[in-house]
């Protein structure tokens, strides 16, 4: 996968970059999680040191078939367990001294960055402004508050934004989606290709939506409360997926009854025109079940109180 699979106007400023002689040592990518970071730092990775002489990279040379193999000894990732310590940043200047095996830099990657400790972030200061050779950093971030300003200052920084829904699709489609698939997909995750790919993968979470209409198709009634909940209420560890697919789902039929603007999930609208309550309901009733949830309430006690304000109770 190349630049040119990625949408947006980063990817393409990425590219003119990394294909001039502007290539600064260290690159910051900041911007919310599955906007694209760490795909587009991995290309610029493999770009830099791709030896075709036409599109790079071109994932077919020795060099790009090495990284996609996970193989390139001139190629350093790091990414945090807990956190990054001086030790992982230390290991990796070390790495930098000896000259590159087989492409003419070092590339380096350096994932959530912002889980380098203040030493290990004092650590790279000096290796991050006069890197050996023509090597070049790419530090990944979603809260460049977390950095040092003087790690920041020594970056050139690139934001990334959600896409617009449109062009999500699109990324979608590139990617082998369906265009049903992929509209649905692109307007569930907000514009976020990255959680739009994760839920696509994820049964999980279709088999959770599922369960959690069936429970609403149950609900008609103040008598009803207990049976709706039973099959949600032995899912406590998933209570905050169900609330959000629960605002989705207000959200939709909010859409529905008030009319104006579009409905998400619109693979179960059919389902959303047969329910008998409100969103707006149904939406206050999440929003005080998230409040009894954080103050350790039980999950079942949110649930019902949920499904009372829904039946009007
Ligand atoms: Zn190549």
Redesign the pocket.
């Known amino acids: 996968m190349g630049f040119s699979e990625i949408v947006g106007s980063v990817s393409h400023h990425l590219r003119e970059e990394m294909l001039s002689s502007r290539v600064v040592h260290a690159y910051l990518l900041t911007g919310p999680a599955g906007t694209g970071k760490r795909t587009l730092a991995d290309i610029c990775a493999?770009?830099l040191?791709?030896?075709?002489q036409g599109e790079?990279?071109?994932?077919?040379?020795?060099?790009?078939?090495q990284?996609l193999s996970g193989n390139h000894p001139d190629f350093i990732r790091v990414k945090p367990e807990k956190s990054i310590g001086v030790d992982a940043v230390r290991e990796v200047i070390a790495r930098l001294s000896v000259k590159p095996y087989e492409a003419d830099r070092h590339v380096v990657v350096i994932e959530q960055a912002d889980k380098m400790t203040a030493q290990a972030q004092n650590a790279l200061l000096k290796t991050l402004e006069t890197p050996p050779g023509q090597d070049v950093f790419f530090l990944i971030s979603t809260q460049i508050t977390a950095l040092l300003p003087t790690i920041i200052s020594r970056c050139r920084v690139v934001r990334f934004h959600y896409l617009e829904t449109r062009e999500a699709e699109a990324a979608l489609k590139a990617r082998g989606l369906t265009e049903e698939r992929a509209r649905l997909l692109a307007r569930l995750s907000q514009g976020s290709v990255g959680r739009a790919l994760e839920l696509d993968a994820s049964e999980g979470w279709w088999q959770l939506r599922d369960r959690t209409l069936a429970a609403l198709t149950a609900l008609h009634e103040k008598q009803d409360v207990g049976v709706a909940a039973f099959p949600l209420a032995e899912k406590r560890e998933q209570a905050n997926d169900i609330l959000d697919i629960l605002e989705l789902c207000a959200r939709d039929l909010m859409v529905i009854q008030d009319g104006g603007g579009d409905v998400i999930q619109t693979d179960i609208e059919e389902k959303l025109r047969q329910q008998r309550f409100t969103g707006s309901a149904m939406l206050s009733g999440v929003m005080e079940a998230r409040r009894m949830l954080s103050s350790n309430v039980a999950w079942q006690s949110a649930l019902e109180m949920l499904y009372y304000k829904m039946v009007g109770g």
């Open positions: 493999r770009a040191c791709c030896q075709s790079r990279p071109c994932d077919a040379c020795p060099s790009c078939r990284f």
